[in-house]
């Protein structure tokens, strides 16, 4: 007999199912593992996990290259005579990294910059003097806006230009008014604090402008630069142009290099990380904004819009495509006006937002090229469009523009702002001209793709065929496609080639078919794992696809070894996984409302005092809905008819016909006028009563069903409702759901088995019903739970034993109208029910462990030789290696002892940030003090037992968090007001570790393992093992888990995610080892670990946040008492990805973790 996987494929999950086909249950379970996002469903909070360690990353080069170029620039400082160091000094600073700190450079650092910088354009200055300039300079060169990747369209606007109200930062604009006709350094010099006569500081008080807290642009720095210059070579002949170039210098300017002040490191190049073209491997994908793929898509959508069920023919298809080219993003309604069909039927509504051509709608306004642009050739479009895509100065483009284009300064200035659209399509350039022609002349997506396919198959001998063969290749094809041949189309296609234009098999292989963006093999034993096959998966650009066909591949391997090879594969993929992060968002916000409305609908069944079912909820649901009256009759439906009887659930297009049991196709009926209308849609219903009342019940149903933000999908009913024709073939097109990520998923798994298919969830809902298979996981009910995890093996089981004739099976069964008079719905085989529940219950569920400490990797850098008296730059191959975690959080901390000897970690923080625990914990006695004498000001009360302010009730916290909102103010020496700003805050760490040699601490507050031990004399103990320490370990070549020096024997180790027997003798896990349903009962997970606090978690339970036992526990001693060790006697065990138990072994010489 065949034997089946049948998989559900999740964001975090993949439930599986093998089965002997028609007679037996194999074997079944979960697998578990990190989404490949954080905040899945969150919009803009939706990140890749790579993101934050890119941003950080990023503050670390900059401060890299930040050092990097003061030492470079002190050393040719030196060289000159413009800084008090040597070359000896310089030598050994570069060998060894000690930096010179002489007296000389003390003094030289100490020399005030600003005054120098109003000082050096009006007199002479020494040349170490300008070299301290020099140096600030390099410190601070302010923002380089002159990128046309950091502006937006046509406005400079936003915080860095308008500044920061909230901050005090200054922005730009405001700076350069300040500027006026002086330098930035000249400014900053007339509001830098004076000096008194005994020699103090003007103090800084509210109101006296900053030096530093302001934006600035680098051009402020190279016109400074240039006049500093000017003003000083008159006294230093040293000053040559040449040395000017060196320190200076900018290629975009004239100059032949970039000088160190200024040199701009180019962006590194990212190509490698676009994704490649589905139909085309090789290529990667093309920008959104090129021209074609804007025609491409403009097309595209032309040739999808019906009106009263036709196609548009070619006259209107180009008074659509004049809209789509002129406009960004045009509402369908403008469509609607421009085709003169004011009471057309579309099959799109007046406010659906259209697609139309950022590129060429901007570049042929008036404000650029205007109607001009439409006369171009398209070698001239396309010279245009490189320009502006890879021109990254906005002046080098302004001065194209001026000499090329012949715009005015205005006009120049203008397309110098201009954005292309950001992204990339989902094709690339050779396969969109491939398909376009074809698009242009009307065919729907997939029949132009086939056709493209061929072009591409014929190559450049597509243009030497004449138009007599390409009308016959034209008009056979889509003929051939329809064909429904059983095993598809392609096959039949390429004989008809093969015969008729005696292409050969390699010309063949190059046809495009919905196949996916992973290369297609002949199939294997298993999915490969190496480097090339990672790359592969990694090439998909999608975090969460590409982390849940990682963990597939390691499955289905697993299953491969344990069971041998399939026959056939099954999958059904999670919602998530096919859609973008904007649909993500709105499902979870949907999700949200879902929930206070069934709370809500709860509240009012009680106080109807009706039974809680999930239909009654639903009925209540729609009756609101439906404004309690019967969209089909009119009549009004009150609270007592709704639960008599008299009113039932209907399925608003027929169930029958569509399988559709979503939310979205139900609605209340009365019983009577439900049974007349059968398996009829509403407009066949009406309509057999006369036009006048199909009309009369459309208006009524579009005054019923109107969106409004308790019921945003109303309008989507009325759709429904109001819709005169659907697609009658729905049963067909659930067995043939391709879409997204169940391409990918797929394709990858025909690697491994010829025989994969993807089904939609709708229909593994309706199926486990059917069989009963929800009350094996929900006792209380029939409805599905997804509390347990292995209501994804529950799915992969229903997709494993699904057939296409069980579909035509449930047209015929309506829960909510039971017409027939059927025997017991047919199961897969007989027993399948008991069989099933008991394979489900002996699921041990297997997660994902992210235990790696290193990573280590190769990276090619260029370093710059000197042989013979030539300069030049010699490539080789780098080694390094990197953390796979958090060492430490991202404070940094002093350690201070007070006047006691007591010792106390400090850290600075604002003012307004601080927390109600963290006011007493102020260092300065006079600044807390006058911290609790604000609070007081604001009517909050201080806890006499621990300082801390009192803020429970709402009117407490919006007084507490309000109470900065005006700054404190602390005398100084000279009496002034001196706002308080930030605060120096004691804090407590634990586990500190020292950041090199300076006072600077932190806290690894992230622990990697807990390791429990005996010590000589038979107790228990801890070490808790941060991910710091376990680090340090790693790179020394030792090993992480090791016995302390107090040791005699290591008991267990814990880390996130191990797994662990729980309240079960060792002697009764030997007896039972191979009895999976009592070991399940069991088996825990570890959720955290802190000193002498560990969390378990039951491994099926899928609420992380619940802490009730039997489904959580907790171990804080070493005892045999409530919360003991001793007590629930932790059996360490591993559970292999197909679901497998092995006890974890300890390696009694080594005493290490195997």
């Known amino acids: 007999?065949?034997?089946?996987?049948?998989?559900?494929?999740?964001?975090?999950?993949?439930?599986?199912?093998?089965?002997?086909?028609?007679?037996?249950?194999?074997?079944?379970?979960?697998?578990?593992?990190?989404?490949?996002?954080?905040?899945?469903?969150?919009?803009?909070?939706?990140?890749?996990?790579?993101?934050?360690?890119?941003?950080?990353?990023?503050?670390?080069?900059?401060?890299?290259?930040?050092?990097?170029?003061?030492?470079?620039?002190?050393?040719?400082?030196?060289?000159?005579?413009?800084?008090?160091?040597?070359?000896?000094?310089?030598?050994?600073?570069?060998?060894?990294?000690?930096?010179?700190?002489?007296?000389?450079?003390?003094?030289?650092?100490?020399?005030?910059?600003?005054?120098?910088?109003?000082?050096?354009?009006n007199e002479k200055i020494s040349l170490n003097q300008l070299g301290r300039i020099f140096y600030q300079i390099a410190q601070h060169r302010g923002f380089l806006s002159n990128s046309r990747s950091a502006g937006a369209n046509d406005k400079e606007e936003g915080a860095i230009y308008e500044g920061d109200e909230k901050t005090g930062k200054t922005g730009i604009t405001k700076t350069q008014e300040l500027i006026g006709e002086k330098t930035l350094g000249s400014y900053l010099s007339t509001i830098y604090p004076k000096e008194s006569t005994e020699e103090k500081k003007q103090s800084y008080v509210d109101g006296l402008p900053r030096i530093r807290n302001r934006y600035t642009t680098r051009q402020m720095y190279i016109n400074e630069f240039e006049k500093i210059w000017e003003s000083q070579k008159k006294y230093h002949k040293e000053l040559t142009d040449e040395l000017k170039e060196l320190f200076g210098g900018r290629k975009k300017d004239g100059y032949k290099k970039d000088g160190i002040l200024f040199f701009q490191r180019p962006l590194r190049t990212q190509k490698f990380l676009v994704g490649k073209c589905t139909f085309e491997p090789k290529k990667t994908k093309c920008p959104a904004s090129t021209i074609s793929y804007e025609l491409y898509r403009s097309h595209q959508f032309i040739n999808t819009i019906e009106c009263d069920g036709k196609k548009l023919n070619a006259e209107q298809g180009k008074t659509v495509l004049e809209i789509l080219l002129t406009k960004d993003e045009p509402k369908f309604k403008e469509i609607r006006k421009k085709l003169k069909k004011p009471d057309g039927n579309f099959n799109y509504e007046d406010d659906d937002k259209c697609q139309g051509t950022w590129t060429i709608s901007s570049l042929s306004n008036k404000k650029y090229f205007g109607s001009k642009w439409f006369e171009f050739s398209e070698k001239e479009q396309e010279d245009i469009w490189h320009v502006l895509y890879f021109f990254d100065d906005r002046d080098k483009l302004k001065e194209h523009a001026m000499k090329k284009w012949g715009f005015d300064e205005e006009k120049a200035i203008k397309i110098s702002k201009f954005n292309l659209e950001d992204g990339y399509a989902s094709l690339s350039k050779k396969a969109i001209l491939n398909i376009l022609p074809f698009l242009q002349i009307g065919f729907t997506y997939d029949m132009a793709t086939t056709l493209g396919g061929i072009k591409n198959?014929?190559?450049?001998?597509?243009?030497?065929?004449?138009?007599?063969?390409?009308?016959?290749?034209?008009?056979?094809?889509?003929?051939?496609?329809?064909?429904?041949?059983?095993?598809?189309?392609?096959?039949?296609?390429?004989?008809?080639?093969?015969?008729?234009?005696?292409?050969?098999?390699?010309?063949?292989?190059?046809?495009?078919?919905?196949?996916?963006?992973?290369?297609?093999?002949?199939?294997?034993?298993?999915?490969?794992?190496?480097?090339?096959?990672?790359?592969?998966?990694?090439?998909?650009?999608?975090?969460?696809?590409?982390?849940?066909?990682?963990?597939?591949?390691?499955?289905?391997?697993?299953?491969?070894?344990?069971?041998?090879?399939?026959?056939?594969?099954?999958?059904?993929?999670?919602?998530?996984?096919?859609?973008?992060?904007?649909?993500?968002?709105?499902?979870?916000?949907?999700?949200?409302?879902?929930?206070?409305?069934?709370?809500n609908a709860i509240e009012r069944l009680r106080e109807q005092e009706q039974v809680i079912t999930q239909d009654n909820i639903l009925k209540y649901k729609l009756w609101e809905e439906c404004q309690h009256t019967c969209p089909y009759t009119g009549k009004e439906i009150s609270i007592k008819k709704l639960f008599s009887g008299e009113v039932q659930i209907e399925h608003i297009l027929p169930w029958s016909r569509t399988l559709d049991d979503s939310y979205l196709n139900k609605t209340l009926c009365f019983a009577e006028t439900n049974n007349e209308k059968g398996e009829q849609t509403p407009y066949?219903?009406?309509?057999?009563?006369?036009?006048?009342?199909?009309?009369?019940?459309?208006?009524?149903?579009?005054?019923?069903?109107?969106?409004?933000?308790?019921?945003?999908?109303?309008?989507?009913?009325?759709?429904?409702?109001?819709?005169?024709?659907?697609?009658?073939?729905?049963?067909?097109?659930?067995?043939?759901?391709?879409?997204?990520?169940?391409?990918?998923?797929?394709?990858?798994?025909?690697?491994?088995?010829?025989?994969?298919?993807?089904?939609?969830?709708?229909?593994?809902?309706?199926?486990?019903?059917?069989?009963?298979?929800?009350?094996?996981?929900?006792?209380?009910?029939?409805?599905?739970?997804?509390?347990?995890?292995?209501?994804?093996?529950?799915?992969?089981?229903?997709?494993?034993?699904?057939?296409?004739?069980?579909?035509?099976?449930?047209?015929?069964?309506?829960?909510?109208?039971?017409?027939?008079?059927?025997?017991?719905?047919?199961?897969?085989?007989?027993?399948?029910?008991?069989?099933?529940?008991?394979?489900?219950?002996?699921?041990?569920?297997?997660?994902?462990?992210?235990?790696?400490?290193?990573?280590?990797?190769?990276?090619?850098?260029?370093?710059?030789v000197e042989k013979d008296g030539n300069h030049f730059t010699k490539k080789h191959i780098n080694k390094g290696i990197a953390a796979r975690g958090q060492l430490h959080d991202a404070h940094v901390y002093g350690l201070r002892k007070n006047k006691q000897g007591e010792e106390s970690f400090h850290i600075r923080e604002p003012l307004q940030s601080l927390t109600e625990a963290k006011i007493p914990k102020i260092v300065d006695e006079k600044i807390r003090t006058l911290v609790y004498k604000r609070l007081l000001e604001r009517g909050l009360e201080i806890d006499p037992k621990?300082?801390?302010?009192?803020?429970?009730?709402?009117?407490?916290?919006?007084?507490?968090?309000?109470?900065?909102?005006?700054?404190?103010?602390?005398?100084?020496?000279?009496?002034?007001?001196?706002?308080?700003?930030?605060?120096?805050?004691k804090q407590n760490i634990g586990n500190s570790e020292q950041l090199k040699e300076t006072n600077q601490y932190v806290n690894p507050k992230n622990n990697y393992a807990v390791l429990v031990y005996k010590k000589e004399d038979d107790t228990l103990n801890e070490e808790i093992i941060t991910r710091w320490i376990a680090t340090e370990r790693k790179m020394q070549g030792d090993n992480i888990i090791k016995l302390p020096a107090d040791g005699k024997e290591i008991i267990a180790t814990l880390r996130i995610n191990d797994m662990f027997l729980i309240n079960l003798s060792?002697?009764?896990?030997?007896?039972?080892?191979?009895?999976?349903?009592?070991?399940?009962?069991?088996?825990?997970?570890?959720?955290s670990i802190s000193s002498m606090f560990y969390e378990f978690r039951h491994h099926l339970s899928a609420k992380a946040d619940e802490k009730i036992p039997p489904y959580y526990h907790r171990i804080q001693s070493f005892g045999d008492g409530k919360t003991g060790w001793l007590t629930f006697n932790p059996i360490k065990v591993f559970i292999s990805p197909s679901g497998k138990i092995y006890k974890h072994p300890v390696n009694a010489k080594t005493h290490s973790i195997l």
Request: glycine fraction near 4%; charged fraction near 35%; proline fraction near 3%.
């Open 1066 to 1087: 060792d002697e009764s896990f030997e007896d039972n080892k191979n009895n999976f349903s009592f070991l399940s009962n069991h088996l825990f997970r570890v959720q």
């Open 946 to 985: 621990n300082g801390k302010p009192i803020a429970k009730t709402k009117e407490q916290k919006d007084k507490f968090k309000q109470a900065f909102d005006k700054p404190i103010h602390l005398p100084n020496k000279n009496g002034d007001p001196v706002p308080i700003r930030k605060v120096r805050i």
């Open 684 to 864: 066949e219903y009406f309509n057999k009563q006369g036009a006048e009342k199909w009309e009369d019940a459309k208006a009524r149903a579009l005054n019923l069903f109107y969106t409004t933000k308790d019921f945003p999908l109303r309008y989507e009913k009325f759709k429904r409702f109001a819709a005169e024709k659907f697609n009658d073939d729905f049963i067909t097109r659930q067995l043939n759901d391709t879409r997204y990520i169940s391409r990918e998923a797929k394709s990858y798994l025909e690697k491994i088995c010829d025989n994969v298919k993807v089904a939609p969830g709708q229909m593994t809902a309706n199926l486990r019903d059917k069989w009963g298979l929800n009350s094996i996981l929900n006792l209380e009910g029939d409805t599905k739970t997804r509390d347990d995890h292995r209501h994804h093996a529950v799915d992969a089981l229903v997709m494993a034993c699904f057939k296409a004739n069980h579909l035509n099976e449930i047209s015929k069964w309506n829960r909510y109208n039971r017409k027939y008079d059927l025997k017991d719905f047919p199961m897969p085989w007989e027993g399948f029910r008991t069989e099933a529940e008991k394979a489900v219950n002996s699921i041990l569920v297997s997660y994902k462990q992210t235990n790696r400490v290193l990573t280590s990797r190769k990276y090619k850098v260029k370093k710059k």
């Open 1 to 121: 007999m065949a034997k089946i996987l049948g998989l559900d494929l999740g964001t975090n999950s993949i439930g599986w199912a093998v089965i002997e086909d028609g007679k037996k249950i194999i074997g079944t379970g979960v697998r578990i593992f990190p989404e490949g996002v954080d905040n899945l469903g969150e919009g803009e909070n939706e990140q890749s996990k790579n993101s934050t360690r890119r941003v950080f990353r990023q503050v670390r080069r900059q401060i890299f290259r930040r050092k990097l170029r003061k030492k470079i620039l002190l050393k040719e400082l030196s060289k000159h005579n413009m800084c008090p160091l040597n070359e000896e000094q310089i030598t050994r600073w570069y060998k060894a990294g000690d930096f010179p700190d002489t007296i000389e450079m003390r003094e030289w650092l100490k020399e005030n910059p600003y005054l120098l910088r109003e000082k050096v354009l």
């Open 457 to 599: 198959a014929f190559g450049n001998d597509w243009e030497k065929l004449s138009d007599k063969n390409k009308d016959f290749i034209i008009t056979n094809v889509p003929e051939i496609v329809r064909s429904k041949i059983k095993g598809g189309y392609i096959e039949e296609l390429k004989n008809f080639l093969r015969n008729e234009f005696g292409l050969k098999d390699e010309q063949l292989e190059k046809l495009y078919h919905h196949s996916s963006s992973i290369s297609k093999s002949d199939v294997i034993a298993k999915l490969p794992v190496s480097k090339e096959a990672d790359k592969e998966i990694a090439n998909l650009r999608n975090p969460i696809v590409s982390t849940a066909l990682f963990e597939l591949r390691k499955l289905a391997n697993a299953i491969i070894n344990e069971y041998g090879k399939l026959d056939e594969i099954k999958i059904e993929l999670s919602r998530d996984l096919k859609i973008s992060k904007d649909k993500r968002q709105k499902i979870r916000q949907a999700q949200r409302d879902n929930e206070r409305t069934n709370k």
